[in-house]
């Protein structure tokens, strides 16, 4: 893996590091002035622990094995913060035209770029050809529309490959898990493992294999024993074709993050490990490694902070009514027991909370019932005007607004330790404006249309 030097050499952060980090954090949106009635609340990126996941993810596997380690671009749609990683020498994997350009906006080489929507057209077919850029064949009818393009470009330099659905089950989270029997993604491999294995010897120009199988609640051992079959479907291609036609192995992401605290595990030294036990040829430098994280390099480096608007007693329970609802967690209200986050309490000025804890709920602003941070949570008791951080949310939180009852995008702002140790904020995203949101409801009055 080749690129800049963003990132230098350390352990990851402890929980008492993140922690502190986040105090400081919450403090310094309270200073900065950066939440106010028209702004009351904003999202929060800390690049040193951000850089520290990066580290860490290149550290954990060998210096001179061949790989490429890529950011999930939907974990973290931000132009700054992809920025950085393509910096660090990182790829980008995109799932859509939008993530494409956000990715070559950023600075990522094509030939760092990996493309793996499921939906691919045949103008984004040729276009990831013309452009170079490496792309992962999602199902036998794709196959055909690849056919096609390839006749139509000619010579490319983009590594084409299949995605392989192991077909090994579902995790904890049914949602988030993409090798069922009968999942959305990727060519069953024992519904079709002959035409798979035909395919390759046909087509000398496939490279490449890929699969996941599944994000956030996927165990270590399942999503290795993916990786494992795919594994074994590049040796029988090899002894069909030849040759050593197969060029990389994509094993895709996936690592779930720990929601509940501030430690950081599994760890992607315990990702490779249980990858090094299970499927020992991955590391003999046969293929190049392709990696796809998203949330386990970004989920611990971001935080919502929200102003606490109004609380009263309903019932007999205590409920905060906040600005950090639906429209920024949108997956924690709608499944809150597959996603659920934590809270921190604050005051006005940034302090952390040290009054007697209670049973209490913290609400979102949007207009339906369920719109809850958090439902029967004991927390320091919350006043008007505190603040609330919701830690956890580096990756997707940003890159997911629901703008349900036309609310906005919130700013989003980082924070990093520069070379003299002192720590500096950056604006990555403006929050979005009323005018905005009004443009992006669409026009004003109907548009006719020619007959």
Request: net charge negative; proline share 6%.
């Amino acid at each position: 893996m080749t690129g800049g030097t963003t990132c230098t050499r350390q352990v990851l952060p402890s929980a008492d590091t993140l922690l502190r980090r986040r105090g400081e954090v919450v403090a310094g949106v309270a200073r900065q002035g950066f939440i106010d009635d028209l702004h009351p609340l904003c999202g929060i990126i800390d690049l040193d622990t951000l850089d520290e996941l990066m580290r860490a993810l290149i550290d954990a596997y060998p210096p001179d094995l061949p790989a490429l380690h890529t950011i999930a671009a939907k974990a973290i749609t931000l132009p700054p913060v992809l920025k950085r990683f393509a910096q660090a020498g990182f790829g980008c994997e995109v799932a859509s035209p939008g993530e494409l350009e956000l990715a070559l906006a950023a600075g990522f080489p094509a030939d760092r770029i990996v493309f793996d929507s499921p939906a691919k057209t045949a103008t984004e077919i040729r276009r990831a050809l013309e452009l170079g850029i490496s792309f992962n064949i999602d199902n036998l009818e794709e196959l055909v529309r690849v056919d096609e393009a390839i006749a139509r470009v000619g010579d490319h330099r983009s590594i084409v490959g299949v995605r392989v659905n192991p077909q090994t089950g579902a995790g904890a989270i049914g949602a988030m898990s993409t090798a069922t029997t009968t999942s959305k993604f990727g060519v069953g491999l024992a519904d079709q493992r002959g035409q798979l294995i035909d395919a390759f010897v046909s087509r000398p120009w496939l490279t490449q294999l890929h699969v996941h199988s599944g994000s956030q609640g996927l165990s270590l051992n399942h999503a290795a024993e993916g990786v494992r079959q795919v594994v074994e479907l590049a040796r029988e291609i090899t002894v069909r074709t030849g040759r050593t036609q197969l060029r990389r192995i994509d094993i895709g992401g996936g690592l779930p993050v720990n929601f509940d605290s501030d430690d950081i595990t599994p760890t992607f030294a315990d990702h490779r490990a249980v990858l090094e036990a299970m499927v020992p040829e991955l590391f003999d430098g046969t293929y190049v490694l392709v990696t796809e994280f998203g949330r386990a390099l970004t989920a611990k480096a971001g935080t919502i902070v929200a102003r606490v608007e109004y609380t009263k007693v309903t019932g007999g329970r205590p409920i905060a009514v906040t600005h950090a609802g639906v429209q920024v967690a949108t997956r924690t209200v709608f499944a809150p027991d597959a996603w659920p986050l934590r809270v921190d309490v604050y005051d006005r000025a940034g302090a952390r909370r040290q009054d007697e804890r209670r049973i209490q709920d913290v609400a979102g602003p949007a207009c339906f019932t369920g719109d809850m941070l958090a439902v029967g949570r004991e927390l320091p008791r919350i006043h008007p005007g505190d603040l609330v951080a919701i830690p956890e949310t580096g990756g997707y939180y940003f890159s997911s607004h629901f703008s349900y009852n036309a609310l906005g995008r919130p700013a989003v702002y980082t924070i990093e330790t520069d070379s003299v140790g002192d720590r500096r904020w950056s604006l990555a995203r403006r929050a979005q404006s009323l005018d905005q949101i009004l443009a992006e409801a669409g026009e004003r009055s109907l548009v006719p249309l020619p007959a």
